[in-house]
């Protein structure tokens, strides 16, 4: 199975030139992978622009969110299957970015069922705000997953990606990236608690990806023995030398193995 790697560009950058420069930097640098699968997630608006750019190039165009509804009064929604229309393979679903604006579990597990029937991937976010001493953060997790994933069948869990992104380590204001061992952590705890959900098999098909202060002196070290499945990055993805060099380090790990 190839890595993955997300860049979610958030309301970046302010005008659609600047999104195809930047897309067409990430191609130059994306040319000879592999093993690794990238995405660009552009703000809505620059999509159609972005996945034009991207055309005849093996990298994704993925979306920041979607509604669940397929069309009706929802003023200022696009559902999952316009996006679909215009080339979207991916969608990121409950960021805390938009948990912070008011998306609840619930919603992300309707919008997530749509996207399963709609055939494109979601990259369902979960993180904590904080860690404390006594592990409620874990419990948080296994809530946020629970919720997430409600009724969703066994045999649709390969098409999930899990996104574990802490809120402490995520953005500008964040403190810092997660330490590795931590992360390897977390995803044995998700991969636990996938398993007590929906058994063994179906749980190892689940991608776990990593996201919060990624850059490139860290992504490497994220991998390690982790079963890691990908990256997803912020404010890095913005700078096509930076991210390119995350995208050819995960390249260089899945090689490895
Ligand atoms: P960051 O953002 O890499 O800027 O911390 C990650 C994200 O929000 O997905």
Same mark, same amino acid.
């Given at each position: 199975m190839k890595k993955i790697v997300i860049g979610n560009? %958030?309301?970046?950058?302010?005008k659609v030139d600047e999104a195809k420069k930047i897309a067409s930097g990430i191609v130059k640098v994306c %040319?000879?992978?592999?093993?690794t699968e990238v995405v660009i997630c552009p703000p809505t608006l620059f999509i159609s622009a972005i996945a034009e750019t991207l055309q005849k190039t093996k990298i994704s165009i993925g979306a920041q969110d979607a509604f +669940?509804?397929? %069309?009706? /009064? +929802?003023?200022g929604s696009v559902s999952v299957a316009m996006l679909k229309r215009i080339g979207v393979k991916y969608i990121i679903l409950g960021h805390s970015e938009r948990r912070e604006l008011g998306e609840t579990d619930e919603l992300v597990n309707k919008k997530l069922k749509v996207c399963l029937k709609n055939k494109v991937t979601p990259v369902v976010c979960v993180g904590e705000k904080v860690r404390d001493a006594h592990g409620y953060y874990l419990a948080f997790i296994k809530k946020e997953i629970e919720h997430s994933l409600a009724g969703v069948k066994r045999k649709d869990l390969k098409d999930v990606v899990i996104a574990y992104e802490p809120v402490w380590a995520v953005?500008? %204001? /964040?403190?810092k990236a997660i330490e590795a061992s931590d992360l390897s952590e977390m995803v044995i705890y998700i991969k636990r608690t996938l398993t007590d959900l929906f058994g063994p098999a179906a749980a190892q098909s689940v991608r776990i990806l990593y996201g919060g202060s990624v850059n490139k002196e860290n992504a490497g070290e994220f991998f390690n023995g982790s079963g890691l499945s990908g990256l997803l990055v912020g404010r890095?993805?913005?700078d096509v030398k930076k991210f390119g060099d995350i995208v050819l380090l995960t390249e260089e790990v899945a090689s490895i193995k």
């Open positions: 560009w %958030k309301m970046n950058p302010e %040319k000879n992978l592999k093993k +669940y509804e397929p %069309k009706g /009064a +929802y003023t953005g500008s %204001k /964040a403190l890095d993805s913005l």
